[in-house]
T-cell receptor, first 112, second 110 residues
């Protein structure tokens, strides 16, 4: 079955540590997105990529980095510069411009 | 002011009730509109797209008013299984990204 796979489902980060969240899709979608969701709030855009080897900052990119070396993969690194990283991270992809998104099941990141 | 605003609710309704959610947006460059459903601690799932002519999918009706810059979702004959958070999203195709509202929580009670 086609879909988006995010891993791990739960992740714990120590202060000052970088962690990488995985997002893989086999839907052959060009566009991919990373959103962050805090409790009781909506989704805020971190980074997005329309094509391979190209990506743009979203509204809250500070403290995060991404890469898009393959169409299927769009990993997100949460760096130590992100001071409040505890949140639910959602990866999404879009089949064509103007269409809605398909989301992965998310990664819950907690700072310990 | 947020780019997309929704009434957070919560909306608590009995089974069988009709409930409506509204969402306003401020960016007139927005070109496509959607409603997503999000269950507790799960990912959002696309419920329906919203067209200017209005569109219906079973008990769900979505409408867009471009002049007033709002979209709406009407749920008729509410079921217990409709309990969830409903997120509206506006897509700026030129920018290639969507902006989401904070969501409206619906609880349908027996």
């Amino acid at each position: 079955d086609g879909g988006i796979t995010q891993s791990p489902k739960y992740l714990f980060r120590k202060e000052g540590q970088n962690v990488t969240l995985s997002c893989e899709q086999n839907l052959n979608h060009d566009a991919m997105y990373w959103y962050r969701q805090d409790p009781g709030q909506g989704l805020r855009l971190i980074y997005y990529s329309q094509i391979v080897n190209d990506f743009q900052k979203g509204d809250i990119a500070e403290g995060y980095s991404v890469s898009r070396e393959k169409k299927e993969s769009f990993p997100l690194t949460v760096t130590s510069a992100q001071k409040n990283p505890t949140a639910f991270y959602l990866c999404a992809s879009q089949t064509r411009q103007g269409y809605g998104y398909t989301f992965g099941s998310g990664t819950r990141l907690t700072v310990v | 002011r947020k780019e997309v605003e929704q009434d957070p609710g919560p909306f608590n309704v009995p089974e069988g009730a009709t409930v409506a959610f509204n969402c306003t947006y401020s960016n007139s460059a927005s070109q496509s509109f959607f409603w997503y459903r999000q269950d507790c601690r799960k990912e959002p799932k696309l419920l329906m797209s919203v067209y200017s002519s209005g569109n219906e999918d079973g008990r769900f009706t979505a409408q867009l008013n471009r002049a007033s810059q709002y979209i709406s979702l009407l749920i008729r004959d509410s079921k217990l299984s409709d309990s969830a958070t409903y997120l509206c999203a506006v897509l700026n195709t030129n920018a290639g990204k969507s902006t989401f509202g904070d969501g409206t929580t619906l609880t349908v009670k027996p």
